[in-house]
């Protein structure tokens, strides 16, 4: 982890400004998805709910879908995760996952994520993590910490310290 900049907390104690852990950012990662993935239980329910549950048929072994309804559903799915982190970074800059982890997101100033740089960042996190990871492994090569997808959309994120309450 790397000292950056120096940051005045709410008792007036210079406190170092550190960047979040790989680890850290992995953990805060799964806490979110079992949210996104509750997310998309419920729309799942919802668009059985609206086109009934016989579109799937069973041929030679294998469940044939309707083509337009799954990428109507693959649609919504990747509208629903991105809406869910963008939302969050632009608003208070933390996630559930990442409340719980004391970690924030915040762009390169120190300010809240803007719209461009938050979908920036979620399409970029994608190829990042199913690349064998390398662009979180950039974290220990960058000079500052940052994964490779933070550089590249103008973001950070930090290790927030014990004393801080996200609410």
Not at 45 to 73: C, E, K, M, Y
Not at 119 to 146: H, K, S
Request: charged share 15%; aromatic share 14%.
């Amino acid at each position: 982890m790397s000292e950056t900049q120096v940051d005045e907390n709410a008792s007036g104690d210079a406190e170092p400004e550190r960047t979040a852990g790989l680890l850290r950012r992995l953990a805060a990662l799964l806490y979110d998805a079992f949210l996104v993935f509750a997310i998309w239980m419920v729309m799942g329910f919802a668009v059985q709910f609206i086109v009934g549950p016989d579109t799937s048929q069973l041929v030679d072994g294998r469940v044939v879908t309707n083509p337009v309804l799954d990428v109507i559903i693959f649609a919504g799915e990747a509208g629903s995760a991105a809406t869910f982190y963008i939302w969050f970074w632009m608003r208070t800059g933390q996630t559930l996952g990442m409340i719980a982890w004391r970690i924030k997101t915040v762009s390169a100033t120190g300010g809240l994520v803007s719209f461009q740089q938050g979908l920036l960042r979620f399409l970029l996190a994608w190829p990042a993590f199913f690349c064998l990871g390398l662009g979180y492994l950039w974290l220990y090569v960058d000079p500052n910490g940052d994964a490779l997808h933070d550089k590249l959309s103008g973001t950070r994120v930090l290790l927030l310290p014990k004393s801080a309450r996200p609410f």
